[in-house]
């Protein structure tokens, strides 16, 4: 009973908006869509893929609308990526999908893939990525479980990336290095081991391993010398003649030193793995230390910026031949001179105090 006498009327209106989902918007126009993991949906979310596979067509569904599909731009394609049947998680795919694509198994790489995959993607060198890659394949093959996976590449990326984070030795005689395995392959590999007392187990497992990883070294050095090579490149110098600087130790590795020749020019350089080196204190060093080689022996020297490598020697030689004409006016000017660094500091009460200090880069003779 309303005893106010009083009465409100709202209204209310809907409007149906439609928004394109990135499944349509590519469909439609001609886009490639990744389709992550799809056998994480069921057959039935699937089944949409059917008609826009063979028919060339993607229905609407739950829509106010004229028309009841789209058409399939013809550049339009798809790529699905799955995990094997044996993982948690993971519905058997329909058969009707398979027949409509194009199936490429991915087995697990080899040692040398595995290998420069963590040195890439952990920016390690070779041979401790090598290391790493070794002790994982090693103790995968001791999984005897037939449906029980090992460590995979995944737990190697891990002990790079917290390795390299951590500034841990990746040596399997070091103490932390074996405690960071410890920590990343105990659990995974106690899963695949048939023994009552499996996480035991697994802990002596990987410490032997890990201590064992001496007599891997031979297959490590080998990888390492397979591996893309590049050109690092020191400095440029004047002369016509071959000339030998010996060798440097580039990340544990000596590297022969050697000149690549334009005329009377010539880059000092040496071969390494093709990668991007960091500006740490060693490798600063090494760069520096070659150069300072060069300047005891040659009157005439350009130094070259940290961290630069080429592909072959015939990029660096084209380099040198674009370069010549300003290394051509640069040997006169800086014959029989040294480069060196100058910094003034002034005191208080004297002129120009409370300016900042002021640093420049001068040749003496």
Request: aromatic share 8%; hydrophobic share 40%; glycine share 6%.
């Amino acid at each position: 009973m309303n005893i106010s006498g009083l009465f409100i009327k709202k209204d209310e209106s809907v409007t149906e908006t439609w928004k394109n989902g990135r499944l349509l918007e590519a469909a439609i126009n001609g886009y490639t869509l990744i389709y992550d993991e799809f056998t994480r949906s069921t057959a039935a979310a699937n089944n949409i893929f059917l008609s826009i596979l063979e028919e060339g067509v993607i229905p609407l569904y739950g829509m106010k609308a004229t028309k009841p599909f789209e058409r399939v731009h013809p550049s339009f394609s798809i790529i699905f990526t799955s995990n094997p049947v044996e993982y948690a998680g993971v519905f058997q795919a329909q058969d009707a999908l398979w027949d409509r694509l194009i199936t490429i198994p991915i087995p697990h790489q080899n040692a040398e893939q595995e290998s420069a995959i963590v040195a890439k993607t952990c920016d390690i060198s070779r041979r401790d990525a090598t290391v790493i890659t070794s002790i994982v394949s090693k103790l995968r093959e001791s999984c005897k479980e037939a449906d029980r996976y090992g460590p995979s590449l995944r737990t190697s990326l891990m002990i790079g990336q917290l390795a390299a984070r951590e500034d841990i030795v990746i040596d399997g005689s070091d103490k932390a290095f074996q405690q960071l395995c410890q920590d990343m392959l105990k659990f995974t590999l106690s899963r695949c081991l048939d023994s009552d007392n499996a996480m035991e187990k697994a802990e002596k497992l990987i410490l032997h391993t890990c201590e064992n990883t001496e007599s891997q070294k031979g297959e490590g050095e080998k990888i390492v010398e397979n591996a893309d090579k590049g050109i690092y490149i020191f400095c440029g110098m004047q002369t016509e003649a071959e000339k030998d600087f010996g060798s440097v130790m580039v990340e544990g590795t000596e590297r022969k030193i050697f000149t690549i020749h334009f005329k009377d020019a010539a880059m000092v350089a040496a071969e390494v793995p093709m990668k991007i080196y960091k500006p740490n204190k060693e490798n600063l060093l090494m760069h520096q230390e070659v150069i300072a080689s060069v300047m005891g022996r040659c009157d005439t020297v350009i130094p070259i910026s940290f961290g630069n490598v080429f592909k072959t020697r015939a990029d660096v030689a084209a380099l040198l031949e674009n370069l010549y004409p300003q290394f051509s006016e640069l040997f006169p000017k800086i014959k029989g001179k040294m480069e060196v660094g100058l910094k003034v500091i002034g005191k208080k009460g004297m002129a120009g105090a409370g300016s900042p200090a002021r640093s420049a880069n001068q040749r003496n003779g």
